[in-house]
């Protein structure tokens, strides 16, 4: 009988496959840490690599210093959403949210501090969970996705206290109104819907495409990113980019962009969006477009304005999206750097 020879692997198969997976990467989410030292990016294989902004923003910053600090397989799937906590990194996947403690995702093999699914109808049934939002005065989560509902999570004891119904279609994104115990959501059914977190009861719908000025049939319906600042919000998607007053429910500026948009926010005296197209787009609130900056991805999902009072040195925007960079702007005029995973 002949002894069975082992198959030698080709040198170099490794690298192609990274080199593969590096070239369809999709880069969904971002969380600066607590410190504001370090960045959280997570992609459509289920990984999240951690990066050291303050290593490189250094004068003495090298090629590997942008470079993951490490690389750690999170989720089975996509790791659609991110936000940090004072201690932790809070991920989701398909059905499910995992916290990680900062301090231990610098050493390798760090694993998950607990993981909890919300109360899905059907044990067969694992959506997506598009969003996080953190509540601090309650010391709560938000969870929001494929299922059509806005989950509530006490973090203090990990428990899931409260459902709010009303969305027809998957959601895609949350908003909270700091002054009130309101939150915003925007999802394929072409509604924002706003919740008082006091009494879980629906209070406000604003249904984007049946504004004539904001509708965009061919594009569809779907609400893909909202913020808001006080009695204002901005949403985009299929239909136009909109800055609207809340209290009133009427859309005051309509912004001048095809394209849909991904992510938006407020920042300062400027709204900040990006989608399809590789710019950051800055406009002020009047609808005139201040500046278009390029960056190194074909299209953009996330947004990320690292703000932390800790490490004022690591004050920079950070856009990622379709490819396997992170782009770094350390003012708003032009890409500083890319983080590559």
């Known amino acids: 009988m002949e002894r069975a020879v082992p198959l030698a692997v080709p040198l170099g198969q490794t690298e192609v496959f990274q080199a593969l997976q590096r070239l369809h990467m999709t880069i969904f989410s971002q969380s600066v840490s607590p410190c504001g030292k370090f960045l959280a990016a997570g992609n459509n294989y289920g990984q999240i690599a951690i990066f050291s902004l303050s290593a490189a923003l250094s004068s003495e910053a090298k090629e590997e210093s942008k470079k993951p600090v490490v690389t750690f397989q999170a989720h089975d799937g996509p790791v659609y959403s991110m936000v940090s906590t004072d201690r932790h990194l809070l991920s989701a996947g398909d059905g499910e949210v995992k916290a990680w403690l900062w301090a231990e995702m610098l050493k390798k093999g760090c694993k998950e501090l607990w993981r909890r699914q919300p109360p899905y109808r059907t044990s067969l049934e694992v959506p997506e969970i598009n969003a996080l939002l953190l509540v601090p005065k309650e010391n709560s989560l938000i969870?929001?996705?494929?299922?059509?509902?806005?989950?509530?999570?006490?973090?203090?004891?990990?428990?899931?206290?409260?459902?709010?119904?009303?969305?027809?279609?998957?959601?895609?994104?949350?908003?909270?109104?700091?002054?009130?115990?309101?939150?915003?959501?925007?999802?394929?059914?072409?509604?924002?819907?706003?919740?008082?977190?006091?009494?879980?009861?629906?209070?406000?719908?604003?249904?984007?495409?049946?504004?004539?000025?904001?509708?965009?049939?061919?594009?569809?319906?779907?609400?893909?990113?909202?913020?808001?600042?006080?009695?204002?919000?901005?949403?985009?998607?299929?239909?136009?980019?909109?800055?609207?007053?809340?209290?009133?429910?009427?859309?005051?500026?309509?912004?001048?962009?095809?394209?849909?948009?991904?992510?938006?926010?407020?920042?300062?005296?400027?709204?900040?969006?990006?989608?399809?197209?590789?710019?950051?787009?800055?406009?002020?609130?009047?609808?005139?477009?201040?500046?278009?900056?390029?960056?190194?991805?074909?299209?953009?999902?996330?947004?990320?304005?690292?703000?932390?009072?800790?490490?004022?040195?690591?004050?920079?925007?950070?856009?990622?999206?379709?490819?396997?960079?992170?782009?770094?702007?350390?003012?708003?005029?032009?890409?500083?750097?890319?983080l590559s995973f």
């Open 143 to 338: 969870l929001a996705g494929g299922d059509c509902q806005l989950h509530t999570m006490d973090l203090e004891t990990g428990t899931f206290t409260r459902v709010l119904r009303g969305h027809t279609d998957y959601i895609h994104c949350l908003a909270l109104r700091e002054r009130s115990p309101e939150v915003l959501s925007g999802g394929e059914d072409g509604a924002v819907r706003l919740w008082d977190l006091r009494t879980a009861k629906e209070v406000q719908t604003i249904e984007v495409y049946k504004h004539e000025e904001c509708s965009r049939p061919h594009n569809g319906r779907w609400i893909g990113c909202l913020a808001t600042d006080s009695d204002w919000m901005v949403c985009g998607g299929g239909p136009a980019l909109t800055l609207w007053h809340l209290r009133s429910s009427t859309p005051t500026t309509i912004f001048p962009i095809r394209a849909p948009q991904k992510h938006v926010t407020f920042y300062q005296d400027l709204i900040l969006s990006a989608g399809q197209g590789r710019c950051v787009n800055q406009w002020q609130l009047s609808g005139e477009l201040k500046a278009q900056v390029p960056g190194s991805s074909p299209g953009l999902l996330s947004l990320s304005l690292n703000q932390q009072p800790a490490a004022p040195e690591c004050k920079v925007l950070t856009a990622a999206g379709n490819s396997c960079r992170v782009d770094v702007f350390t003012n708003l005029g032009y890409r500083a750097f890319s």
